[in-house]
């Protein structure tokens, strides 16, 4: 059998071939690099513009929550101030008639101010039903329930013809008791809002 061989043109031709075809796998190579580093550049841009979008969305929200938290915190509070006063304005006109019958004068004037002074707390309450927690509900409506009580007793008493002395004494000794519920329903509002007030109990204010 004849050896065949491979001559000098054969070899250079055949070292022509490996060159090219390494050069262009090479190149082949190169790009599908080139393509998969565009296609992991354009991956993590994606990721990074979703990442954020969510977090603009997320700032959002909280800027959202927060104004509406301000915003209840602003109603709250205010609702605390109107049945704060409305409440203590409605006590001491009861004590307001209670001195005039007691006097024999000026009661037609004081019972008009307290049927005023009782439908400005009644609304402040009905208001307070719906905003304030529950735990500060409970001592707003026991303050309420004793001024309503109270307000019907003095009606009672201003209704007979000559107030005894008795019922007046019996009314004014409970004076104090409504202020102490008053005094009960203001610390549960300002420790709600976070004022501290150790002293906000002396009844006497």
């Given at each position: 059998?004849?050896?065949?061989?491979?001559?000098?043109?054969?070899?250079?031709?055949?070292?022509?071939?490996?060159?090219?075809?390494?050069?262009?796998?090479?190149?082949?190579?190169?790009?599908?690099?080139?393509?998969?580093?565009?296609?992991?550049?354009?991956?993590?841009?994606?990721?990074?513009?979703?990442?954020e979008?969510?977090?603009?969305?997320?700032?959002?929200?909280?800027?959202?929550?927060?104004?509406?938290?301000?915003?209840?915190?602003?109603?709250?509070?205010?609702?605390?101030?109107?049945?704060?006063?409305?409440?203590?304005?409605?006590?001491?006109?009861?004590?307001?008639?209670?001195?005039?019958?007691?006097?024999?004068?000026?009661?037609?004037?004081?019972?008009?101010?307290?049927?005023?002074?009782?439908?400005?707390?009644?609304?402040?309450?009905?208001?307070?039903?719906?905003?304030?927690?529950?735990?500060?509900?409970?001592?707003?409506?026991?303050?309420?329930?004793?001024?309503?009580a109270?307000?019907?007793?003095?009606?009672?008493?201003?209704?007979?013809?000559?107030p005894?002395?008795?019922?007046?004494?019996?009314?004014?000794?409970?004076?104090?008791?409504?202020?102490?519920?008053?005094?009960?329903?203001?610390?549960?509002?300002?420790?709600?809002?976070?004022?501290?007030?150790?002293?906000?109990?002396?009844?006497?204010?």
């Amino acid at each position: 059998m004849k050896e065949w061989t491979v001559g000098a043109g054969g070899t250079a031709l055949l070292v022509a071939v490996v060159g090219v075809a390494g050069t262009l796998g090479a190149a082949l190579l190169t790009q599908i690099r080139a393509d998969r580093t565009k296609r992991m550049e354009l991956q993590s841009a994606a990721t990074q513009r979703r990442e954020e979008r969510d977090h603009a969305e997320a700032l959002r929200a909280a800027e959202r929550t927060e104004r509406r938290t301000e915003a209840d915190e602003v109603l709250k509070r205010s609702c605390y101030i109107a049945l704060n006063t409305a409440s203590r304005q409605y006590l001491t006109a009861q004590v307001d008639l209670l001195y005039a019958l007691r006097k024999r004068t000026g009661a037609e004037a004081a019972m008009e101010g307290l049927e005023t002074r009782r439908v400005v707390h009644r609304e402040s309450y009905a208001e307070a039903q719906m905003i304030v927690p529950a735990a500060v509900l409970v001592g707003a409506g026991a303050a309420s329930r004793r001024l309503n009580a109270a307000y019907g007793e003095l009606k009672r008493i201003a209704a007979s013809s000559v107030p005894t002395s008795e019922d007046l004494s019996r009314f004014e000794d409970g004076v104090d008791g409504a202020w102490s519920l008053l005094a009960h329903m203001r610390q549960l509002m300002r420790d709600d809002l976070g004022v501290d007030a150790a002293s906000d109990l002396d009844v006497s204010a």
